[in-house]
């Protein structure tokens, strides 16, 4: 008698391993503003922990460097490089660096992300509009055009793309930021249409108010406080947070998982939390 076990191919018959030991991955903005922990540095710091050897790109070396020294504290691999992502010719090189240290990629993730301008489409500097563009989208085109091709050479490969809850709502006050992010969500969807035959899986995490290095020094307390009610949690989210997701998408728990765009918000996108003023709804009468 042929079980639904039978059926199933040899690599999914049994539960998949969270390991990543013996994969190479790229981070992008792997460093942070601070010396608190960010996106980008807890999704190295993360990925390190499970094995994986981690090229740390970012456009300021000593913040890539502080990361490699925390995984380098835990007994990990990583490798610093100073790389800014909206240059072709150094998404290349970055790949290339990867290659002569390992001599293969596995997994890319893009997580460099600026604010970019402020103000609406009559208000908005078109110069930095293009400039913020290139870094918040384009980047992310260039460092998987040079990846995917060494992902072909293993048969498989798993990007994670960095957007946000901005990209999937409305209510920001500037333009730029949510249609950038808007842009990696679709693209997301496009690049996991395009290689999935590959064995390349894409996918794309988007937080919510997480509190970072980012916005730490951009916010007041009772902003921060008003953040934190916003989701139907009412927790404040970190970095680890979407570190944690990433880890995940990335290895081969996610193995049948493409093409997804995974909210870590708190719920935030979810709904509102119901209304304390609002009465329940009094029973229907049988009479009419």
């Known amino acids: 008698m042929t079980t ?23 981070i992008t903005g792997a460093g942070s503003r601070s010396a608190d922990i960010g996106n980008g540095r807890a999704c190295a710091i993360l990925l390190a922990r499970r094995g994986a050897r981690v090229l740390l790109l970012d456009a300021q070396l000593a913040a890539a460097q502080a990361t490699e020294r925390m995984i380098a504290a835990e007994g990990g691999t990583s490798i610093a490089a100073q790389v800014d992502v909206a240059d072709a010719a150094q998404c290349q090189q970055a790949v290339a660096m990867a290659l002569a240290a390992w001599g293969r990629v596995d997994i890319l993730v ?25 870094i918040n989208v384009t980047s992310m085109m260039l460092m998987a055009k040079y ?9 498989a490969g798993a990007i994670v793309n960095i957007a946000s809850v901005a990209g999937l709502i409305g209510g920001t006050p500037a333009l730029l930021y949510p249609t950038s992010k808007g842009a990696v969500v679709n693209m997301t969807r496009a690049m996991a249409a395009h290689h999935g035959t590959e064995g390349i899986r894409v996918n794309c995490v988007a937080p919510g108010m997480v509190y970072t290095p980012m916005v730490a020094d951009r916010m007041t307390p009772e902003a921060r406080e008003r953040r934190r009610l916003r989701s139907l949690l009412q927790t404040e989210g970190s970095g680890w947070d979407v570190g944690q997701a990433v880890a995940y998408l990335a290895s081969d728990e996610a193995r049948w998982v493409t093409g ?10 979810a709904g509102n939390a119901p209304s304390p003023d609002l009465k329940p709804d009094a029973k229907a009468s049988s009479s009419f």
């Open 260 to 269: 997804v765009i995974l909210p870590v918000d708190a719920g935030a996108t």
């Open 4 to 26: 639904t076990t039978d059926r199933l191919l040899p690599s999914h018959a049994e539960p998949a391993s969270s390991s990543l030991a013996g994969r190479v991955a790229i």
């Open 147 to 155: 990846a995917i091709p060494e992902m072909r050479k293993v048969g």
């Open 110 to 134: 893009n997580n460099v992300g600026i604010g970019g301008p402020a103000g609406n489409a009559v208000d908005l500097d078109l110069e930095e509009w293009d400039r913020a563009l290139r």
